[in-house]
């Protein structure tokens, strides 16, 4: 059995998939099985990786036809014999000591998932900086949702950990398979979490998260409701849990509002009434559930939800207003805006980087 399986999907990536595959192949952990998932690719992808696949025996392709990244990860996770699985997107790279410093933590401690921090990275200016997700007060041992519900709202950024099989097959943890590759890491994120009793983070980082090569969601029609699907999917995963959901439910369903709210901001004006009016029907059914707690308004305005549940129009309005408010927030920080965190310090000046410290 390999100490870690680790699952790349792979799509159209000629252009970083040798970047990818190089940093997988040269792990200073070497019991490790690499299972590559060609979702029907159409340019040299499969190509690539059967040239790696002749000079690693450790590399095993499962060729597809294309139904998506949600399809192609539970393949994955089928087909995976290692004591941990690992996950790395085939437009990103690890360092090398990744997998054996995860693995070694989890070994150490019979964690469920171990969770590390990760670099931010952007191809046309080779710049790196961390993203400062892991938050000091996690990594101090084993944790759990019950010890602090806080860790719920941690960046999906599945590809920054390791699972335990055992874990992942006894909770019946899976990807939802929808077409399209948007937001599909949020609900098994979300499980893996909420599931995990035995819990680990380091603030260190490994997997350099790379942003200049996302598709676009914002005018797709397809993608749009893509968030929707990911929360209805959690919301199914904690209807058959209800342990689970008794403690994680007040921070589920204000996570869930304020990512709506996120989501109608950001989309084409053209998709926002018919987005509204779904974000709408399903806080209704919350709200006269009796699902939503006073704990709920802790992280949501009252006013908020009652806009959205009792005038569409209005709460059109409120979200066209934060539309241009954001607008016109990103138009003056290409111009001039500090930025820091405990890694970083960032100065822009006239659109130009003119400090970089971190």
């Known amino acids: 059995m390999p100490k870690v399986s680790v699952l790349v999907p792979v799509y159209n990536v000629e252009r970083y998939l040798r970047e990818c595959l190089d940093s997988v192949i040269h792990q200073t952990l070497k019991d490790i099985e690499i299972i590559c998932i060609n979702d029907g690719s159409t340019d040299s992808s499969l ?16 060729n597809k036809e294309n139904s998506g990244y949600g399809a192609s990860m539970n393949i994955g996770l089928d087909s995976a014999t290692g004591e941990y699985i690992g996950i790395v997107e085939s437009d990103d790279f690890v360092a090398p000591e990744m997998f054996e410093d995860l693995y070694n933590i989890a070994r150490e401690n019979d964690a469920d998932v171990v969770k590390s921090d990760f670099y931010y990275y952007s191809t046309e200016n080779n710049r790196t900086r961390k993203a400062g997700k892991v938050k000091r007060k996690y990594t101090n041992g084993i944790v759990s949702v019950k010890d602090n519900l806080e860790i719920l ?5 599945i590809w920054s950990a390791i699972y335990k099989s055992d874990f992942i097959k006894s909770n019946n943890i899976r990807f939802l398979e929808t077409s399209g590759a948007s937001y599909q890491d949020t609900s098994f994120a979300f499980k893996t979490l909420s599931s995990a009793k035995r819990l680990m983070f380091t603030s260190k980082a490994y997997l350099y998260y790379r942003q200049d090569s996302e598709n676009a969601s914002v005018k797709s029609k397809e993608k749009v409701f893509c968030i929707c699907d990911e929360w209805e999917e959690i919301t199914r995963f904690l209807n058959e849990k209800p342990e689970i959901k008794a403690v994680v439910n007040q921070v589920k369903l204000s996570t869930q509002f304020n990512a709506y709210k996120w989501n109608a901001v950001r989309i084409d004006k053209s998709f926002r009434d018919e987005f509204i009016n779904r974000y709408q029907d399903s806080f209704k059914k919350y709200y006269e559930n ?8 802790k992280k949501v305005k009252k006013k908020e939800l009652m806009l959205l549940l009792n005038d569409k129009q209005k709460f059109r309005k409120f979200i066209d207003d934060l539309a241009i408010k954001k607008k016109k927030k990103e138009e003056r920080e290409k111009m001039f805006s500090i930025r820091m965190n405990s890694s970083r310090i960032s100065i822009v000046l006239f659109g130009k980087h003119i400090v970089e410290i971190g």
Do not use: H
Not at 153 to 157: A, Q, T
Not at 291 to 297: A, L, V
């Open 47 to 62: 190509n690539i990786l059967e040239e790696y696949a002749a000079q690693d025996s450790r590399i095993r392709i499962i």
């Open 153 to 157: 709202k941690i960046v999906p950024s």
């Open 290 to 297: 009796n699902e939503i707690k006073r704990e709920f308004y």
